[in-house]
């Protein structure tokens, strides 16, 4: 298998899917995110939208909804997350490509030929990102960076087993306030070439 890939986990506001879609450019090659919510709702029989607010949602409104007997929101998720280990691998499978979140990194922790890489910023670059850049309120801002990061920690613990600190799981971690979007992804498009090109 000639094929690469690269992962990219994130610390909300720390601009990881920007450098993932500058990475792609860089590297001539597929940028999988919000196609991987498509394939799922595809393949699940929902509307994009129910998946994109339910994937890392433990609290979800709309599958109590719908399945008030038997059949638990855990279930819902844990249906989400095989629907999309599936589409990842697919991807994976058939080009050279970067992937955005979904515990890409565990998924394809067999993959012979993947970097997985975390993207943050410390809290006060991102806060300022939040209201600056994505034009929050500071009170928004605040929630935002809380929720979705304790979102993402708490769908990785459940579903990569074995993995203790954020650092588990991760070839490389970069500062993106130090760097900046452009940098950080020319520095990770020279580790690819070095590695796999």
Do not use: W
């Not at 050279?96 to 979904?102: L, P, W």
């Not at 994505?134 to 087993?161: F, G, S, W």
């Amino acid at each position: 298998m000639n094929n690469y890939v690269v992962t990219i986990s994130r610390q909300f506001a720390s601009f990881g899917r920007s450098i993932a879609q500058k990475l792609s450019q860089e590297l001539n090659v597929e940028f999988y995110d919000r196609d991987i919510v498509e394939a799922t709702a595809k393949r699940m029989g929902q509307p994009i939208p129910v998946i994109s607010n339910e994937e890392e949602n433990a609290d979800s409104v709309f599958f109590r909804r719908k399945y008030p007997l038997g059949m638990g929101v855990a279930n819902i998720q844990d249906e989400i997350f095989n629907v999309q280990t599936n589409i990842i691998r697919d991807f994976a499978q058939k080009e050279s490509c970067i992937i955005v979140g979904r515990c890409a990194g565990y998924i394809l922790k067999d993959h012979p030929r993947c970097l997985n890489v975390f993207i943050y910023s410390p809290y006060e670059c991102r806060l300022r990102n939040c209201t600056e850049v994505l034009q929050m309120d500071i009170k928004t801002a605040k929630k935002m960076i809380r929720d979705v990061d304790k979102a993402r920690e708490n769908y990785r613990h459940r579903y990569c087993p074995g993995v203790k600190s954020v650092y588990d799981g991760y070839d490389m971690m970069i500062d993106s306030s130090r760097f900046g979007i452009e940098k950080s992804a020319k520095i990770l498009a020279d580790v690819v070439r070095i590695q796999f090109l």
